[in-house]
């Protein structure tokens, strides 16, 4: 048993360093089972992130597909300087949530997250649910309506209020791309999550 153990052990750690080591986006962007069954560590992560700030699974996940199609490392397009060199970046977002620079120090100061990263998948998701959480509570928005979190995600808290939306056709065609798919996700988790909840299997 001892030895069952250590093995285990053992393996569970070189996972966890050669897992770190990659972070190519999952194969099968539109399905959240094969999501999770992929990256199996997501789904306990964006389960903790669900439970503590009370915003869906597939939500958070659809933004997060939206913004950044799960690469770790993803950055806004470079501006063209005189149509041919790259100029700098439209913004500072970065990662799987795309968070600006000054929006993710103030994740960390108020979520008690002092050391997240915007390319961990585990930060990521959490800040994602904690955006949406603030929208619930500052634009009294519910935790199921995704089309208009993703608009205050996109738009900031101020901006939604101010409905700076309701002038982008475009964003509010994005919005509703992102509230199907959220409702896609919902209704494929409804049909794995048992088994995926049964999954974790720790022999110690």
Request: with cysteine; glycine share 6%; charged share 25%.
């Amino acid at each position: 048993m001892f030895n069952l153990r250590i093995i285990v052990l053992c393996v569970l750690i070189a996972s966890f360093f050669l897992g770190g080591c990659t972070s190519t986006p999952p194969k099968h962007l539109s399905n959240a089972c094969s999501i999770f069954d992929e990256k199996d560590d997501w789904y306990k992560d964006a389960k903790k992130a669900s439970k503590r700030w009370g915003i869906p699974i597939a939500t958070n996940l659809a933004i997060m597909h939206q913004e950044s199609k799960f690469v770790s490392k993803a950055k806004p397009p470079r501006t063209k300087f005189l149509w041919i060199f790259p100029g700098p970046r439209k913004s500072s977002a970065y990662g799987y949530s795309q968070a600006k620079d000054e929006t993710w120090d103030w994740y960390k100061r108020e979520s008690g997250h002092g050391g997240a990263d915007r390319d961990d998948f585990d930060d990521a998701i959490d800040f994602i649910a904690w955006y949406n959480h603030i929208t619930v509570k500052r634009n009294k928005v519910k935790p199921t309506d995704t089309y208009n979190l993703y608009l205050a995600y996109h738009e900031g808290h101020g901006g939604f209020s101010r409905g700076t939306y309701k002038k982008k056709a475009w964003l509010m065609g994005v919005a509703k791309k992102v509230d199907r798919l959220a409702r896609s996700y919902s209704a494929q988790l409804n049909k794995c999550e048992d088994r995926l909840d049964s999954s974790w299997w720790w022999p110690f």
